[in-house]
């Protein structure tokens, strides 16, 4: 073997640190309370450095859970996205959750080009920006900014200060279903905003889903970028000839 491959099989020591904390921790129950770093660092004769590194991919990937000022925990396992043509509150019933949202801005305004582009209107044109925090059993889930055509959907900021569901306000006041969409998914470190929104850490992984939506007739309906906890969610889709 030449040298160069005997240093892409050495494992760097952080590694060896976390998988074994990955097998003791996969042995316990949800809720169940990790040892401190200080107290693994010695358990397992290495730095606390190496330990935190390990914790912290732990934690990023939703193996574990950090509570502040309390310790860190084994994780509640995560929870499955189905990836369809549906609604939050659709996808979270599916999942026997409970949805819920806090409207953080409804702002009507003039489209920049970018998003005049997708939603069919001239630039310039006016146009809602919503964005909302979505929960799941009351636990914060993803942040979504959501825009819509301001002509096509006039009072829709107000219709959204009362219903909670984007699909069933556009349904019941426009006579409007999204009936199909282009959904991308891409990965992005949180921003010190959406980790204070979603109670987790500045630089967590989000995964990252736009969805571009058209109606029956292929006009467009929305254009949406939600950012969803990475280490919460897993995507599903169902592929099909
Ligand atoms: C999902 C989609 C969004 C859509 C939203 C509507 O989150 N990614 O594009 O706007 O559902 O959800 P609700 O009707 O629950 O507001």
Do not use: C
Request: glycine share 8%; no cysteine.
């Amino acid at each position: 073997m030449s040298s160069a491959e005997g240093q892409s099989l050495r494992e760097p020591k952080y590694y060896t640190v976390k998988r074994h904390l990955l097998e003791v921790t996969d042995s316990l129950l949800p809720g169940s309370p990790v040892p401190t770093e200080r107290v693994l660092a010695a358990e397992l004769g290495t730095s606390r450095t190496t330990v935190r590194q390990a914790l912290f991919e732990l934690v990023a990937e939703g193996r574990l859970v950090r509570r502040q000022g309390s310790g860190t925990y084994v994780a509640e396992p995560k929870m499955t996205w189905p990836l369809q043509m549906a609604s939050f509150t659709e996808q979270a019933t599916a999942n026997g959750l409970t949805a819920s949202n806090q409207l953080l801005s409804a702002v009507r305004g003039q489209a920049e080009p970018d998003v005049a582009g997708r939603l069919g209107i001239g630039a310039g044109a006016a146009a809602f920006r919503i964005e909302r925090l979505r929960l799941a059993d009351d636990r914060p889930i993803a942040v979504e900014v959501s825009y819509l055509s301001a002509a096509r959907f006039p009072q829709l900021a107000r219709h959204l200060r009362r219903g909670s569901s984007l699909y069933a306000v556009l349904h019941e006041h426009y006579g409007v279903v999204p009936a199909s969409a282009q959904e991308s998914i891409s990965t992005a470190p949180a921003t010190p905003r959406e980790a204070a929104l979603l109670d987790t850490d500045t630089g967590a992984p989000m995964l990252v889903l736009g969805r571009h939506s058209f109606d029956g007739t292929g006009a467009p309906v929305e254009w949406v970028t939600s950012w969803y906890r990475g280490d919460r969610v897993t995507l599903i889709a169902n592929l099909r000839p």
